[in-house]
């Protein structure tokens, strides 16, 4: 992926993040005021709160662990992870560091020639609708036979 493509994507991700989360603002809003308004909307609360408050307490306690538990793993897993800079960027002094781990990983996929990623891949005509001739061979074609 290109950098300016990346860049274009990053884009577009913060748009949509943006935008979710305006969207959740406006709802959360409108349901508070809703909540201080409506006595109706208050009953069913204060009701559903005070019958399922054991229920309550033990999501709570597990999500507030869950969260001290998240924050607690974010300094061990930013170590285990070379720095942008490092890697992104090699100085001419690091060609004789040894360069395992940082490079990256290609897909499988990927490393297959196929007439998208192959410049010199010639497509032939045939008779059979939606079918590629296979190029036998590695043979050239002359120029007319060319689509």
Do not use: C
Not at 72 to 87: D, E, H, N
């Amino acid at each position: 992926m290109s950098r300016e493509n990346t860049k274009k994507t990053l884009g577009h991700v913060r748009v949509t993040l943006l935008l979710l989360f305006t969207i959740v603002i406006a709802l959360s809003g409108w349901a508070v005021v809703e909540y201080l308004h409506n006595v109706y909307l208050q009953a069913y609360v204060t009701a559903f709160v005070k019958s399922n408050s054991s229920i309550l307490r033990v999501a709570g306690v597990g999500l507030l662990a869950g969260l001290a538990g998240s924050v607690a793993s974010i300094p061990i897993l930013r170590s285990g992870r070379p720095k942008r800079t490092q890697q992104a960027h090699p100085g001419p002094t690091s060609t004789a560091q040894s360069t395992f781990g940082l490079r990256k990983q290609i897909h499988l996929l990927m490393m297959t020639p196929r007439p998208a990623r192959d410049s010199s891949f010639i497509i032939r005509k045939t008779k059979n609708r939606g079918r590629i001739a296979r190029n036998r061979d590695g043979e050239r074609l002359p120029p007319s036979d060319v689509a």
